[in-house]
């Protein structure tokens, strides 16, 4: 079990700036992710966004630990859709 740390140091301008913009891309790839219907199933696109909805519920508990990490969110989102809706297309014959 874990626990909360109060965090006593403030964060730099940088980190902030980090983590709004990592913020900021990872909402735009959730336009992408909501709009995956067009090339998957419903029961693919359910995937899609609980892995969206997964990476933002962690990235807003994690970015006081590391503001950075919001910066690779949107990667990680990214990298997920692209070979979930190539895997549907190559081998469970998804089509738009």
């Not at 891309?25 to 696109?45: D, E, K, N, T, Y």
């Not at 807003?60 to 990680?76: D, N, V």
Request: a positive charge; hydrophobic letters at 65%; zero cysteines.
């Amino acid at each position: 079990m874990t626990s909360v740390v109060p965090m006593t140091e403030r964060l730099s301008p940088a980190a902030i700036i980090f983590a709004v913009v990592g913020a900021g891309i990872h909402l735009v790839m959730g336009f992408f992710v909501a709009f995956s219907g067009l090339l998957a199933p419903l029961w693919g696109v359910a995937v899609l966004v609980a892995a969206w909805l997964g990476l933002t519920v962690w990235g807003i508990r994690r970015w006081r630990q590391g503001p950075r990490i919001t910066m690779g969110l949107p990667l990680l989102m990214v990298a997920f859709w692209f070979v979930f809706l190539t895997f549907g297309d190559l081998v469970l014959g998804w089509t738009a």
